[in-house]
């Protein structure tokens, strides 16, 4: 049974006592972003599920290197690394690409102009909120991008490795798809030896054994 002012169903008690002032125009624009950023759940990645049935979007792929981040923390080369901050370049990261798609890394063509198209869509995508939220958010996206702090350093080392680890447990299965070869990968992968010696170790370790067992070419 519920009673007046006591507690709902939930079991948490309700504070009536506090009055919050809420700016209805800044609240509707972050409920704008919050709907645009959904639009992130369509965007197909070339990246196929460990399963194979289908590719991945580019919302999974940011939401499984935030996963990384608390479980790898501890390979980071950087000791005194802020975790969070690393979490929260993840899950901006790729808002772009609502606007600008995926662009393929092995795509030298869509690389061209890649930069120019996310930078276009930064601009349109972040200031769909609050100007102080814009600020944080385009900051954190900046930041990812410039690659110059240890926070940024790690999160580039997982945004290569997620999608490596797909490729090498499906048996190289968007590798052959391309024909991708060794050298190709070891060149994608240069961001790892900044973010991870370790991971970079374990890394180069399953290149090799890809390239042994047939499934990446040499």
Known sequence: MLKAGGEGHTGVKKNMSKTRLVDKKRFKRQIEFILEADKLKKVARRTTLLDVSRQENSAEHSWH????????TEYAEDENLDFLQVIKLLLVHDLVEIDAGDTYCYDKAG??????????AADRIFNILPA???RALRTLWD???????PES???????RVQPFLHNYFTRGHTWQKHGINKKQVIARMQPVIDGSQFLWEYVSSLIDDAVKQGFLAK
């Open 65 to 72: 290197i935030a996963l990384l981040v608390l479980i790898l």
């Open 143 to 149: 930041e990812y991008e410039a690659k110059d702090t």
């Open 153 to 159: 350093k790690f999160a580039n080392a997982l945004d």
């Open 132 to 134: 102080d939220q814009a």
């Open 111 to 120: 690389g061209q102009d890649q930069k120019a198209r996310e930078t276009k």
